[in-house]
């Protein structure tokens, strides 16, 4: 069964600091992963979509890798800013069972102003 | 609309009652997916649909859970005689792709917020 990890839990930062979140998951056989953020109250916002066969996928400040061999994947954020407050999740789609997205709990993320 | 649709946002009832929940995809998108997010965790897989047809209902927790998608377009789901363990935040997710091409990203609605008194 595809299990997915995000560490830290929770993250507090400075304005302008750089800051990296890691999410892990135990089978790497999955067609992509996916990158959300998820305001209080509010639905889940797609901030970057990798594929299997892809190594990263850049947005803006942010930075998504993938090493698939090694079930990790990092959210880097660049100059982080207040704005950037909110939970981030990551999902992967498994290949077994690919009608679904399979969820880790989440990094609640503080931006001090 | 622009994006996923879900109604109520905000939805209260006694335990035993019958809820229903509704999701408006996005326009032309064939899959929609259920999820169920409990306070402080990630979404779990409920169940999908391609057009009409529920595909995989395997993330359903009890019998007491039914969705539908009749015209492949809006879908509702229902829960029935509900109980505490129910509270929780119900998303719904609609995605252009078709079934076999997993490479779509799934676009989420703000779901409804569930309290079972």
């Known amino acids: 069964k595809q299990e997915v990890t995000q560490i830290p839990a929770a993250l507090s930062v400075p304005e302008g600091e750089n800051l990296v979140l890691n999410c892990s998951f135990t089978?790497?056989?999955?067609?992509?992963l996916q990158w959300f953020r998820q305001d209080p109250g509010k639905g889940l916002t797609s901030l970057l979509l990798?594929?299997?066969?892809?190594r990263e996928q850049t947005s803006g400040r942010l930075n998504a890798s993938l090493d698939k061999s090694s079930g990790r994947s990092t959210l880097y954020i660049a100059a982080s800013q207040p704005g950037d407050s909110a939970t981030y999740l990551c999902?992967?789609?498994?290949?077994?069972?690919?009608?679904?997205?399979?969820f880790g709990a989440g990094t609640i993320l503080r931006v001090k102003s | 609309g622009a994006g996923v649709s879900q109604s109520p946002r905000y939805k209260v009832a006694k335990r035993g009652q019958d809820v229903a929940l509704r999701c408006d995809p996005i326009?032309?998108?064939?899959?929609l997916f259920w999820y169920q997010q409990a306070l402080g965790q990630g979404p779990e897989f409920l169940t999908y649909?391609?057009?009409?047809?529920?595909?995989?209902k395997s993330g359903l927790p009890s019998d007491r859970f039914f969705a539908e998608r009749p015209e492949g377009s809006v879908s509702t789901l229902k829960i029935q005689r509900t109980q505490q363990e129910d509270s929780a935040v119900y998303l719904c997710?609609?995605?252009?792709?078709?079934?076999?091409?997993?490479?779509?990203?799934?676009?989420f609605g703000d779901g409804t917020r569930l309290s079972i008194l």
């Open positions: 999902a992967v789609r498994p290949v077994s069972g690919g009608n679904k997205l399979v």
């Open positions: 990798i594929q299997s066969s892809q």
């Open positions: 089978d790497s056989a999955i067609y992509n």
């Open positions: 997710a609609s995605s252009p792709e078709a079934t076999g091409f997993f490479n779509q990203p799934q676009h």
């Open positions: 326009s032309g998108h064939v899959s």
């Open positions: 649909f391609q057009n009409e047809a529920q595909l995989d």
